[in-house]
């Protein structure tokens, strides 16, 4: 079957980096997304890998390793802002896009 | 504002009732989605369109149907619903099906089935 993993939760404080880890077990690979949901709001985009290696935008970046089935969202200067979850999703061979549950992520002042 | 639109944003309805949940894009996008989401449990694609023609349907419950009139519109009708059926309902748009595109997504509509 297919499979995404992230932790649940993760808590963090105000001004510092936190990484949101995701390993997946799909059918193909097409690229990987990040979105950032707000509680009682929509998901919104932050990034797409499809190659390895580090994206960086802004105080966001996204990391990619399709050899070890695996991505980073790295968060910098966090902001209570940030407090929010963190979904990741990954386009399979089919171009279906298979979720994570999501990652819950606290900032704490 | 992610230039999709959904309607209602709350809805509480009887295991009889029948309902609908309307989504709009003005994006100009070409493929639409429903999704369901749950506490604490991934995204469940229910429905797809792509030119207004249904090309996936992810073992959803009969209960569940859609319609897609025009590329900028899609219902989900409701009738005869479960409690357990009580969820965030998320509609997106991407410029096509497949492919890197990014999906937006409207605010969502929080049913209650009682």
């Known amino acids: 079957g297919q499979n995404i993993d992230q932790p649940t939760e993760m808590t963090a404080t105000e001004g510092a980096i936190v990484q949101i880890n995701c390993t997946y077990q799909?059918?193909?690979?097409?690229?990987l997304f990040w979105y950032q949901q707000h509680a009682g709001e929509a998901p919104t985009f932050l990034s797409y890998n499809v190659l390895d290696g580090l994206e960086e935008k802004g105080r966001f970046s996204s990391f990619l390793s399709r050899s070890k089935g695996y991505s980073y969202l790295l968060l910098k200067e966090l902001q209570m802002k940030d407090s929010a979850s963190y979904l990741c999703?990954?386009?399979?061979?089919?171009?279906?896009?298979?979720w994570g549950a999501g990652t819950k992520l606290i900032i704490k002042p | 504002e992610t230039g999709v639109t959904q309607t209602p944003r709350h809805l509480v309805m009887g295991m009889t009732n029948k309902k609908s949940l309307k989504c709009e894009q003005h994006l100009g996008h070409n493929a639409m989605y429903w999704y369901k989401q749950s506490a604490k449990k991934p995204l469940e694609l229910m429905f797809v369109?792509?030119?207004?023609?249904?090309?996936e349907n992810n073992s959803v419950p009969s209960r569940f149907s859609p319609e897609c009139p025009n590329s900028s519109h899609l219902f989900l009708h409701l009738h005869t619903l479960q409690p357990e059926d009580s969820a965030l309902y998320l509609c997106?748009?991407?410029?096509?099906?497949?492919?890197?595109?990014?999906?937006?997504f409207g605010p969502g509509t929080r049913l209650t089935v009682t």
């Open positions: 999703a990954v386009l399979d061979s089919n171009y279906q896009l298979i």
């Open positions: 369109y792509n030119f207004k023609e249904q090309t």
């Open positions: 997106a748009s991407s410029q096509d099906r497949g492919g890197s595109y990014e999906q937006y």
């Open positions: 799909t059918s193909g690979f097409n690229g």
